[in-house]
């Protein structure tokens, strides 16, 4: 029943740390290789780095909801919108 998601390689789900400058300051984040794999083919397909990416997807979310709760979940549901979309 579980097979194509059992089958998973570990390395795809394990947890990567990376520091990300978002308006000046430094934060770091703790996502999953994958996770780290789809952010990067959208920050490509945006024409910008990954970094950009995350800073302006924070900053565009401020903008719209007065504030960003969990930077990680954002960028995890971003990748599942991404997905969606891409069907």
Avoid: D
């Avoid at 579980?2 to 308006?23: D, G, H, M």
């Avoid at 800073?55 to 969990?70: A, D």
């Amino acid at each position: 029943m579980c097979e194509l998601y059992a089958s998973q390689t570990p390395e795809l789900y394990q947890v990567t740390k990376k520091s990300i400058r978002i308006q000046g300051a430094v934060t770091s984040l703790a996502l999953e290789y994958k996770v780290w794999l789809i952010l990067e083919k959208i920050a490509a397909q945006e024409h910008t780095t990954l970094a950009q990416f995350i800073s302006t997807l924070h900053q565009e979310s401020i903008e719209r909801h007065g504030k960003v709760t969990n930077l990680a979940s954002l960028l995890r549901i971003s990748c599942l919108t991404y997905l969606e979309n891409c069907t």
